[in-house]
Each structure stands twice: as structure tokens, then as C-alpha cells.
């Protein structure tokens, strides 16, 4: 069973940068994808990028939920078993659970068969 850790979380002041980061306990070019969820505070999970084909392609092939595109960046590192998610110009509606996951597309839809635990952002208006 893959382990993912993230780390990264933090508090964060409304414009502010941070760079999540998600390693993994196995060799990501194995994976099919990978993608990052948040969860705000009182709502339901929901994904905000995924990348796929980063073993063939330099940067792979990214998707982003369409409240944080031009904002964030996710990307993966093969050498470190890493992925990462740079968010930039953070708005308190960014904050939350940011969960890192292992997946696959099926049918053009983003599916998870792996967690980590979370990290927390908080953003400060």
C-alpha cells in the first residue's frame, strides 16, 4: 500500500504564496496520475489539479479546477517520488484540507485509490 505525506500547510496572509508538497513511499512514474483535493472547512472534498503522463511528457498533462487556474501550478519530481502544488495569490476561499492522492482517469474523470493525510492552509483576509 503507497504512503503520501504532505507537508507545506500554513497560515498565509490573503495574496500570499505557499508550496505544497507530497511525497510518496513508491516510484510515482508507476502511477497512472496523481491529483490534489481540498476540503473547506463545513463542505465536501473536491479536486483542485491533477497530472497525468509525467513519465512521457515533461510536466505532464495538467488539469486545474477552474476557481484556482492561472494560480496554481502542479508538477511532480520522478528522482524525489514527489508532487507538488504552488498556489499563488491565495484567497481565503483557498483555505482548507489540501489532500494529496494517487489515481487514474476513467472515462476523462479523475479517480483516487490512495490519500495522505492532509495538510491545512489557512488564508487571512
Known amino acids: 500500500q503507497v504512503q503520501l505525506v504532505e507537508s507545506g500547510g500554513g497560515l498565509v496572509q490573503a495574496g500570499g504564496s505557499l508550496k505544497l508538497s507530497c511525497a510518496a513511499s513508491?516510484?510515482?512514474?508507476?502511477?497512472?496520475?496523481m491529483g490534489w483535493y481540498r476540503q473547506p472547512p463545513g463542505k465536501q472534498r473536491e479536486l483542485v489539479a491533477s497530472i497525468s503522463h509525467f513519465r512521457q511528457i515533461v510536466g505532464g498533462v495538467t488539469k486545474y479546477a477552474d476557481s484556482v487556474k492561472c494560480r496554481f501550478t502542479i508538477s511532480t519530481d520522478g528522482a524525489k517520488n514527489s508532487m507538488y502544488l504552488q498556489m499563488n495569490n491565495l484567497q481565503p476561499e483557498d483555505a482548507g484540507v489540501y489532500y494529496c492522492s494517487r489515481g487514474r482517469f476513467n472515462g476523462g474523470r479523475y479517480v483516487s485509490d490512495a490519500w495522505g493525510q492532509g495538510t491545512q492552509v489557512t488564508v487571512s483576509s
Open positions: 513508491a516510484n510515482i512514474f508507476a502511477f497512472n496520475a
